[in-house]
């Protein structure tokens, strides 16, 4: 805010407003880093490779990726190893979420973390069958650090224009 033209800049009022947005977006993402990285330790301690998708890779693009604010981190695992994935999370202590099949959702430490083991349903919304197209997603990762996995650049976008 402080490189914003002095005439450009919100009123006091709006200013102690977004300096409160602004501090309460930094806590929630120490929080969800810090649960996200418990989860991602337990489930490679169990050998199952983890891919995160959406929000928590794209606030990447932000100036400040703290204050891309997130409902859900939303991530998958291999359909072969969802069930083993549900039984690390059960073990970590999670409530377990509602449950569609594909995806698993949990509440770890207050942040929803979805897993999915499809990335779309058997049915879309426009009769497309993306679910084929999308059915081999985890062939289409790259390391993202030590625990974690990431779509390639590519196919996420792609991923990202079919599901919005």
């Not at 709006?14 to 409160?20: E, G, P």
């Not at 099949?101 to 897993?115: T, V």
Request: glycine letters at 6%; proline letters at 5%; aromatic letters at 10%.
């Amino acid at each position: 805010m402080k490189r914003i033209p002095h005439v450009q800049q919100p009123d006091a009022v709006i200013m102690k407003q977004l300096k409160k947005k602004y501090m309460n977006n930094l806590a929630m993402s120490q929080v969800r880093d810090a649960a996200m990285n418990s989860i991602f330790a337990a489930l490679s301690g169990a050998d199952i490779p983890i891919c995160v998708m959406k929000g928590f890779v794209n606030r990447a693009c932000y100036p400040v990726p703290e204050m891309r604010e997130m409902g859900d981190v939303d991530t998958m695992v291999a359909p072969a190893d969802l069930k083993k994935a549900h039984q690390v999370m059960m073990d970590l202590g999670c409530a377990e979420g509602e449950e569609k099949g594909y995806e698993w959702s949990y509440i770890y430490n207050g942040i929803r973390i979805e897993i999915h083991s499809n990335l779309f349903p058997e049915t879309s919304w426009n009769d497309v069958d993306y679910g084929r197209y999308f059915e081999d997603a985890m062939l289409h990762t790259r390391k993202r650090d030590q625990v974690s996995l990431e779509l390639t650049p590519e196919y996420h976008f792609i991923f990202m224009l079919v599901g919005f």
